[in-house]
């Protein structure tokens, strides 16, 4: 069955969201807790298996609950896959907060955390949806807005974390999406076999040279030129 594809919700009605200011019941955490374990299980399975052949059985043993019970937190196979995507973002944003979190924001530093997260299942699982997307398309429905929303809070990220770039920011995102392209395209070769190993550590040199040359922090005359 395709993950994607809705079904029936069998297990549950729709639950009223707590009101601001309630601090959470024992209950809510242990549904949110259940709720992290279904969507971290979504991921493995589809690092595994592949996203074809992931269904909404699978994820919930692989969660070690009932299938009736994941239907107790996800309507159908859509609203898990688009948590996982969502999770999947987090995890992105979250590892490049942390390789920001530093006093001179270093690029080896940076190009390095980041190219180390891409090394992780996460990565691979984010893979394998986006590809799967491209011919399928009640998964690229669900693919394609979050990407547009991921790709603007990255950017906003960017923005706060990084104010020595100046107010050029387009020089700044031209840097970060090189950054990105090139690490990502490298790391998908990787998984394929198509990399030379030889040739990573020289490419990541040649990744940090190019950013660190554009970085007006560092070259003052990039702000005087322009």
Not at 33 to 53: F, M, P
Not at 65 to 84: C, D, Q
Request: glycine share 4%; charged share 20%.
């Amino acid at each position: 069955m395709n993950l994607a594809r809705a079904e029936v919700r069998t297990a549950s009605t729709p639950r009223p969201s707590r009101p601001a200011g309630v601090p959470p019941t024992l209950q809510s955490v242990k549904s949110a807790q259940t709720r992290a374990k279904l969507i971290e299980a979504t991921i493995r399975c589809i690092v595994k298996l592949g996203y074809a052949k992931t269904t909404t059985p699978q994820v919930a043993a692989e969660a070690g609950l009932s299938r009736g019970a994941m239907l107790h937190h996800f309507e159908n196979g859509a609203a898990l896959i688009k948590a996982a995507i969502v999770e999947l973002h987090e995890k992105r944003l979250r590892a490049f907060r942390r390789a920001a979190d530093t006093e001179t924001h270093d690029t080896a530093t940076l190009v390095r955390t980041y190219w180390k997260q891409l090394q992780k299942p996460a990565f691979v699982g984010f893979h394998e949806l986006a590809l799967a997307a491209r011919s399928n398309p009640e998964l690229a429905r669900i693919l394609q807005p979050l990407q547009v929303e991921f790709r603007e809070r990255f950017n906003q990220q960017a923005d706060s974390l990084f104010p020595e770039w100046g107010p050029d920011r387009h020089r700044f995102h031209l840097a970060m999406t090189l950054s990105q392209t090139m690490l990502e395209g490298m790391a998908i070769q990787r998984l394929t076999g198509a990399t030379d190993e030889a040739m990573v550590e020289p490419m990541l040199n040649l990744l940090e040279e190019q950013v660190a040359s554009m970085n007006p922090a560092l070259h003052p005359e990039i702000v005087q030129s322009s």
